[in-house]
């Protein structure tokens, strides 16, 4: 869950393949919830 | 011994064409070593980029850059790149590679020669007609062969190599220059073949081999099938079909390789273009308002009067062929190159998106026309009228000093009036004072200069974006290894033309700082790059998205920063992309603020990653 304490959230290890297809991400918001989206970076774990 | 009258004027026409030879090789020359960066084009800013990954990877097939229509590796780019990391200097690298391949023409000119017992007359003869700065401009004869970077210069001359080895061999010369010509032949037909599928295939060998086929089956002796020509078509065929097998093994497509047949309707409209077309290769026909007797129409008609002098001397060797039965050896190689060209440039079509016919096409057709002009003019040392002799060695040679005067003030009047070069030239060294590692070009109305600037910048990434933010222009004929933003550390720019700069997004500009104009050229300097041109997962390690990203905003506004702020309404700010996964385990990293959150709903908010319905979730 997201926290107003903090600036960054973290999926770690997904394990993706080639098959998977219609891939996508999204951030989901409550209601009263006002949040700024700045960035998502993806990074291939060695 | 004394030397009769009329072949005392022959020597001194010899003369005056050596002396006409060495000035056409020294402007050439010149233009290669002080010029090249002043023709910088479209695409040839192509094979500099290509350049500069050949030497960064050491490798002829750099896996970072992009090809166009063909590989570009039946070109001097290799050699290019090894004097550009011996020098340090593209421009003169590629002129000193341009000078390399006009004295490998002048060579194989010269072998022609011997075999056809011309003398220095016709071979001079030859030579000029082949360096004269016939059409110009970025698909023109000169630029193709011999300036700039001269893309099709290797394959063109494919063809008349291997006919000079194949004359080697009928006049059964087995010696070891004629062995290493025969390995050198057929190492160009494998790298041209890997490079642009059939085409020298279908447009020189496949013809001279139907010559001598024909030639081999009217001798009436199956034995002549076991000569070393044969063997050496076999040769070039097994060198072909390698060629071919490599070039699916990198699995690249070549341009040549997708072709349809004409259809009826477009029949006779490609058979005028294709007629035409020999013409524009020439230079022999002009654009919309031209004066005849300006130096511009004067040089047209000069190069007009040329090309009708090819076609005819075609012409007279096809009636030549009819009434003595028997022509010499390079002639019938010509004819039936001429036939098969012909015949393929009026079944397929041959051009491009624009509709516009690939003159370019006619080049190595007209390598064995000129090759046949020359020795029909050659024949004018054999007209006993010594008046008509010398009206015609007079009126010849004056010409040809006239196209190649003409040709070569219009070559130097283009170059000073393009000054493209001065204004990149600008460009770079600002880029390089400030240590920008990544430049952005902006706009369709600098998206010819921003390929160019690729040419120009040693040290910086250069991305092209056309007025849709579309990189096409960088990656065609380019690199893609900077249009994600995680590969665009350290300092970025922006350049556009000032009339482009309204259309920029407020989020490319709110950090923005103004440096200069160079032109009408606009310079920014960010201190870390807002762009990015690729969005969620592909071959790379490390990729970072915004939300201008290709994201679909739901309950959220795109501020001027770029940022995405929701209006505090349940649903999804940021969402989709819709893309397919990259084998390995990923790590993926959201960063946000959160501004404002009620009581009741206090971490409900969520980031999730989502596959075929399976989610995770954070």
């Known amino acids: 869950m997201l926290s107003a304490d903090k600036t960054e959230a973290v999926i770690e290890n997904l394990p993706i393949t080639s098959e998977m297809t219609d891939m996508e991400n999204r951030v989901t918001t409550q209601e009263g919830t006002i949040i700024r989206i700045k960035s998502v970076t993806m990074e291939r774990n060695e | ?618």
């Open chain 2, 1 to 618: 011994m004394k030397v009769k009258g009329a072949w005392k004027k022959v020597d001194v026409a010899t003369i005056v064409l050596l002396l006409v030879f060495v000035a056409q090789l020294a402007f050439l020359f010149y233009i290669c070593l002080f010029h090249t960066r002043d023709l910088v084009d479209y695409d040839s800013s192509g094979a500099y980029v290509h350049i500069r990954e050949v030497l960064r990877q050491k490798s002829l097939f750099p896996s970072t850059y992009l090809p166009a229509t063909t590989m570009d590796v039946d070109s001097t780019v290799g050699l290019a790149a090894i004097l550009y990391g011996l020098t340090g200097r593209i421009f003169l690298s590629q002129g000193l590679c341009n000078i390399f391949i006009v004295l490998c023409y002048t060579f194989v000119i010269f072998e022609i020669c011997k075999r056809l017992k011309a003398n220095l007359f016709t071979t001079l003869l030859i030579c000029i007609m082949f360096f004269i700065p016939y059409s110009r401009g970025m698909l023109g004869y000169w630029s193709m062969l011999f300036v700039n970077v001269a893309p099709n210069t290797v394959r063109d001359l494919t063809p008349i190599f291997y006919m000079s080895v194949l004359l080697d061999l009928h006049d059964k010369d087995y010696s070891v220059k004629t062995k290493i010509k025969l390995v050198i032949a057929l190492g160009l037909i494998l790298i041209t073949t890997i490079s642009t599928g059939i085409y020298v295939f279908a447009f020189g060998l496949l013809a001279l081999m139907a010559m001598d086929f024909i030639l081999t089956v009217f001798s009436g002796d199956i034995k002549n099938f076991l000569s070393s020509v044969w063997g050496f078509h076999l040769a070039a065929c097994i060198s072909f079909v390698t060629g071919m097998i490599i070039q699916k093994h990198l699995g690249f497509v070549s341009a040549a390789a997708d072709r349809t047949l004409i259809s009826t309707s477009e029949a006779p409209n490609n058979f005028m273009r294709w007629f035409m077309g020999i013409f524009e290769l020439f230079g022999g026909v002009a654009g919309a308002n031209v004066s005849a007797f300006e130096p511009i129409g004067l040089e047209v008609l000069c190069k007009c009067v040329l090309t009708w002098f090819y076609l005819g001397s075609v012409v007279f060797f096809i009636c030549s062929w009819i009434k003595e039965k028997e022509v010499p050896k390079h002639v019938s190689y010509g004819l039936m190159v001429c036939l098969v060209d012909g015949f393929v440039l009026n079944v397929l079509v041959t051009t491009y998106g624009a509709g516009t016919f690939e003159f370019r096409y006619h080049i190595i057709p007209m390598f064995f026309v000129m090759i046949m002009a020359g020795t029909l003019a050659g024949r004018v040392g054999e007209i006993t009228n010594h008046l008509l002799k010398n009206v015609l060695l007079s009126g010849g040679i004056a010409l040809l000093v006239a196209a190649i005067g003409f040709s070569e003030v219009g070559v130097m009047r283009e170059i000073n009036e393009n000054h493209d070069s001065e204004l990149l030239f600008e460009v770079n060294r600002i880029l390089v004072d400030n240590q920008i590692s990544t430049a952005v070009v902006y706009g369709e109305g600098s998206v010819i200069r921003g390929r160019q600037l690729r040419a120009f910048a040693d040290h910086t990434n250069i991305i092209v974006a056309n007025d849709e933010w579309n990189v096409a222009p960088t990656v065609w004929g380019g690199v893609t290894y900077a249009l994600d933003n995680a590969d665009q550390s350290g300092r970025c720019a922006l350049i556009t033309n000032v009339a482009d700069f309204e259309k920029i997004p407020e989020y490319y500009m709110s950090e923005a700082e103004p440096y200069s104009t160079v032109g009408d050229l606009g310079i920014f300097f960010y201190e870390e790059s807002p762009f990015d041109f690729e969005r969620a997962l592909n071959g790379k390690k490390k990729l970072i998205d915004f939300p201008y990203s290709g994201y679909t905003l739901g309950n959220a506004k795109l501020q001027e920063n770029g940022d995405a702020l929701s209006d505090g309404t349940f649903g999804y700010p940021i969402s989709g992309l819709n893309y397919q996964g990259v084998d390995g385990t990923w790590t993926y990293t959201l960063k946000y603020v959160i501004e404002k959150e009620s009581p009741g709903n206090k971490g409900n908010s969520s980031f999730e990653v989502i596959s075929n319905g399976e989610i995770w979730t954070k």
